[in-house]
């Protein structure tokens, strides 16, 4: 190892210059993640929309394709839709367990009878998340397809 002499500068970072990055790194991290987390909140309510839209869409389809009537309930208090059928009795033929953070709106269950052949009902299932953002996802009951719409919010 060469001994040190002075006029000579030395090769590195000094330990003030390593804790001055990391303030400015910490500081620039502490003040963008809060707007990370409400991004990802807009995208998991936009996601669950979606797979409650789906999850409506198949029952709907089940039900023409197998040619039974069946129940879609929605369930606020338990966070999840279930489809009943004449074949499961008691027991859902499907579920879908809304994820943590996403909510259904509403008090009381609503349960929705769907008929082959027959004309849809108008289901409505509003969702919010922690943030306070909401979809709406209504099915039309002409066409049978779904609708998601984001309703008046704070933040998305």
Not at 15 to 23: D, G, N, Y
Not at 65 to 78: L, Y
Not at 123 to 129: C, E, G, H
Request: glycine content about 8%; hydrophobic content about 40%.
């Amino acid at each position: 190892m060469k001994p040190f002499r002075p006029g000579h500068a030395r090769a590195g970072v000094t330990l003030l210059e390593m804790l001055i990055v990391v303030t400015i790194i910490g500081t620039i991290v502490s003040l963008s993640f809060p707007s990370l987390t409400s991004g990802l909140a807009g995208v998991r309510l936009a996601s669950s929309a979606s797979a409650v839209a789906s999850f409506l869409t198949s029952s709907m389809n089940t039900v023409e394709r197998h040619e039974q009537a069946a129940a879609i309930v929605v369930s606020p208090k338990e966070n999840r839709l279930d489809t009943f059928t004449a074949t499961s009795g008691d027991k859902p033929s499907t579920t879908y367990q809304l994820p943590s953070g996403i909510f259904l709106e509403g008090d009381e269950p609503h349960r929705y009878m769907l008929f082959p052949g027959g004309a849809f009902p108008r289901i409505a299932v509003s969702l919010r998340n922690e943030k306070g953002a909401r979809r709406s996802i209504e099915v039309d009951p002409v066409t049978a397809v779904p609708i998601v719409r984001r309703l008046g919010d704070a933040t998305q």
